[in-house]
């Protein structure tokens, strides 16, 4: 599998996307790093903590953050993104 590494941002600034048949929120930065890596052609599946970890729940929160190095080691490829680009970055 695929996991993706990204700046979150402000995590009180967030869009709605659909993941399968749920509505989620996202930080913007996620959001746009979900639309930068996504192929035209074929499904990517891709692991994000964000999205994989339970925000809400403090205690889940913190057993699955803590097994995250574990997540990332047995990763195929680790995708990073660090926002999007600007003048400077262009």
Known sequence: YNVLSYVWGDPRITTPISVGRCDI????????????????????????????????????????????????????HTIIYLGDETQETE
Do not use: D, W
């Open 25 to 76: 929120e996202l930080t913007v930065n996620l959001e746009s790093a979900l639309r930068h890596i996504r192929g035209p052609l074929r499904t990517r599946k891709v692991g994000v903590g964000g999205v994989c970890i339970n925000q809400s729940n403090a205690e889940k929160k913190s057993l699955q953050v803590s097994q995250m190095g574990k997540f990332y080691s047995q990763a195929e």
